[in-house]
């Protein structure tokens, strides 16, 4: 029993570490590019429209590389998840990642029609509207790489794989790590009108991992997630914004059917699953 107890407190401790570690090790970094920015001027002037944009790409690919070295400490070997292979697997990811989005909107719509009367959500709201204008500045590649690339990968490697993982570590019980793991993405986004639908969007995340095993599939959906909302000047027009609106809203269905399902399904063995998906 006093095994247990040691056992969970050790893990309790990992996962707030864990959790503090973004902004912790972030802010090292920073300081460090900053040194030698400072002292040996190593950004082109050619990136300094995109500075933010850039230095947070670069940032998150450190933390991609530290992250990965601890998850070799702290992920344990599972039995076999849902494989859905290569082109299931897309379209899966694809519907699902439209789906939160559509989601999210629903969100807003509500928050704008009945929420927004509220000062603290006005306030909110009003933040929320600039809180990327930084990274979006400058030139595209950088706002692409930052938000809708290396951002969702070091994201769903923190808490989908790390956290998740550690949080299993405590009790066999999946659901735990499922909420528990889904809140804490939302609240690690630290705007409240964000938060709630990133919670949302963090707990089917877990149940996806859990249910396949395979972090490359939400960080797929998550990519997809962001990239909707970050799309290139040249496509970034009322038209296009109102059709891909229109079409999340319809995925919304779609992708609670595949979640169903994926539920309902049962991990096959290698050898049928490669039979099945041609791999």
């Known amino acids: 029993m006093e095994r247990n107890y040691k056992r969970t407190a050790f893990w309790a401790i990992v996962i707030v570490l864990l959790y503090l570690s973004y902004e912790r090790l972030s802010d090292v970094i920073f300081r460090a590019f900053n040194y030698i920015d400072v002292n040996y001027s190593v950004?082109?002037?050619?990136?300094?429209?995109?500075?933010?944009?850039?230095?947070?790409?670069?940032?998150?690919?450190?933390?991609?590389?530290?992250?990965?070295?601890?998850?070799?400490?702290?992920?344990?070997?599972?039995?076999?998840?849902?494989?859905?292979?290569?082109?299931?697997?897309?379209?899966?990811?694809?519907?699902?990642?439209?789906?939160?989005?559509?989601?999210?909107?629903?969100?807003?719509?509500?928050?704008?029609?009945?929420?927004?009367?509220?000062?603290?959500?006005?306030?909110?709201?009003?933040?929320?509207?600039?809180?990327?204008?930084?990274?979006?500045?400058?030139?595209?590649?950088?706002?692409?790489?930052?938000?809708?690339?290396?951002?969702?990968?070091?994201?769903?490697?923190?808490?989908?794989?790390?956290?998740?993982?550690?949080?299993?570590?405590?009790?066999?019980?999946?659901?735990?790590?499922?909420?528990?793991?889904?809140?804490?993405?939302?609240?690690w986004h630290m705007i409240f009108v964000q938060s709630v639908y990133t919670a949302v969007m963090g707990c089917i995340m877990g149940l996806i991992y859990y249910k396949t095993r395979n972090i490359f599939y939400t960080i797929l959906i998550h990519i997809i997630n962001n990239t909707i909302g970050n799309l290139p000047p040249a496509l970034n027009t009322d038209a296009i914004n109102t059709l891909i609106s229109n079409v999340t809203y319809l995925m919304i269905i779609p992708g609670i059917i595949l979640l169903i399902l994926l539920c309902k399904e049962k991990p096959a063995n290698r050898e049928l699953a490669a039979e099945d998906y041609g791999l």
């Open 43 to 187: 950004v082109p002037e050619a990136l300094l429209p995109s500075i933010n944009a850039f230095v947070d790409t670069f940032i998150s690919a450190i933390l991609i590389v530290i992250y990965l070295i601890l998850a070799v400490f702290i992920v344990k070997k599972h039995e076999p998840g849902v494989k859905l292979g290569y082109v299931k697997g897309f379209i899966f990811c694809l519907v699902m990642g439209f789906a939160f989005y559509g989601i999210a909107g629903l969100w807003f719509e509500l928050v704008d029609r009945f929420l927004v009367a509220i000062p603290f959500i006005a306030e909110n709201v009003e933040y929320f509207s600039g809180v990327y204008d930084d990274l979006e500045s400058g030139a595209y590649i950088w706002s692409l790489l930052s938000i809708s690339i290396i951002g969702p990968v070091v994201e769903e490697i923190l808490f989908r794989l790390l956290i998740f993982n550690s949080l299993e570590r405590i009790t066999k019980s999946p659901w735990f790590a499922i909420i528990v793991s889904g809140v804490l993405f939302g609240i």
